[in-house]
């Protein structure tokens, strides 16, 4: 297993980008994937999840609204479309998976996720 994030870069408040997950080591039998997020001196924040054969999404509270995971089973890719970025939104973004089952709050906790991707920075200036 090997994830690889892309994607981040330097933006606007107010713009979008799109960050990218794929796992270079084509084995994608994982239950869920999701993204997480870092700041300095901040702990790791859940941001969204994506079961993988069923598509179900988990969103953490602050990203509602604004960011769309998704997934390509063809591809092997899951994806993060961000709108509407705000300088609160500036942190290194993870991508990672698990392969056990989880539900509920399970999802959130960073803990749970097995395999971990390298990250991709996000910066939004105002």
């Known amino acids: 297993v090997q994830l690889q994030a892309s994607g981040g870069g330097l933006v606007q408040a107010g713009a979008s980008l799109r960050l990218s997950c794929v796992d270079s080591?084509?084995?994608?039998?994982?239950?869920?994937m999701g993204w997480f997020r870092q700041s300095p001196g901040k702990e790791r924040e859940f941001v969204s999840a994506?079961?993988?054969?069923?598509?179900?999404?988990v969103y953490g509270d602050s990203v509602k609204g604004r960011f769309t995971i998704s997934r390509d089973g063809a591809k092997n890719t899951m994806y993060l479309q961000m709108n509407s970025l705000q300088p609160e939104d500036t942190a290194v973004y993870f991508c990672?998976?698990?392969?056990?089952?989880?539900?509920?709050?399970?999802?959130?906790?960073?803990?749970?996720?097995?395999?971990w991707g390298q990250g991709t920075q996000v910066t939004v200036s105002s």
């Open positions: 990672a998976a698990v392969s056990a089952w989880l539900y509920g709050t399970g999802f959130l906790a960073s803990s749970a996720y097995e395999y």
């Open positions: 994506i079961t993988w054969r069923a598509g179900k999404k």
């Open positions: 080591g084509g084995n994608f039998g994982f239950y869920a």
